[in-house]
């Protein structure tokens, strides 16, 4: 199975401030890395498939990017609203697997 | 806009089934991959498999022996089985509508709420 990894595990940001998440992946993915959004006691909310692109309805302040088996989620002017756990999961192989997620708090 | 909720029993007893329905509302199940994802504090997010409106499935080796995922599109629903469950099974258990099944678009657009199943005796 491919293992995807998430650092950092937890981070403290401010409103306004710009964050970056990142997943690494344990081979080749191509391009098919999707992000999502997920609030306590709520199921994950889809913000980013195929590494880049933002699923309708997701604020632009939200954007992906690849670098090899390195992907980057970045919030840019971080909204109270953000305040969330991210997690990563991989399209390109079977079994599909999740990263282990990043929780944002509000410093 | 299509619409997922799940629907069993909270809790189990260990070696017996764990069965749930997801109730699709505002589309057709006819159509798309239908997928349950669970989600354990020891585990995270897991992928448990997938059914095509086909009938056709797709199962995580790791539980393929003990999963069953099945559709049925005269009640508009689909329904997951695991087998001889024990506590590590204890995680909330999501329906989602899988966009592209076992192509490369297999990410997960829509989520029902998720229900808690505990295993204990």
């Known amino acids: 199975d491919i293992q995807l990894t998430q650092t950092p595990s937890s981070l403290s940001a401010s409103v306004g401030d710009s964050v970056t998440i990142t997943c690494r992946s344990s081979?080749?993915?191509?391009?098919?890395l999707n992000w999502y959004q997920q609030k306590p006691g709520k199921a994950p909310n889809l913000l980013i498939y195929?590494?880049?692109r933002l699923q309708n309805g997701v604020p632009s302040r939200f954007s992906g990017s690849r670098s090899g088996t390195e992907f980057t989620l970045t919030i840019s002017s971080l909204q109270p609203d953000d305040f969330a756990t991210y997690y990563c999961q991989q399209s390109n192989n079977l079994p599909r697997t999740f990263g282990q997620g990043t929780k944002l708090e509000i410093k | 806009q299509v619409q997922l909720q799940e629907s069993g029993p909270g809790l189990v007893k260990p070696s017996e089934t764990l069965s749930l329905t997801c109730s699709v509302s505002g589309g057709s199940i006819s159509s798309h991959y239908w997928g349950w994802i669970r989600q354990s504090p020891g585990k995270g997010l897991e992928w448990i498999g997938y059914?095509?409106?086909?009938?056709?499935?797709n199962y995580n080796p790791s539980l393929k022996s003990r999963v069953t995922i099945s559709l049925d599109t005269s009640k508009n629903q689909f329904s997951l089985e695991l087998s001889s469950v024990t506590a590590a099974d204890t995680a909330v258990y999501y329906c989602a509508r899988d966009v592209g099944g076992w192509t490369v678009a297999g990410w997960f657009d829509t989520w029902g709420q998720g229900t808690l199943v505990t295993v204990s005796s």
């Open positions: 081979q080749s993915i191509n391009s098919y």
């Open positions: 059914v095509y409106y086909s009938g056709s499935t």
């Open positions: 195929a590494a880049s």
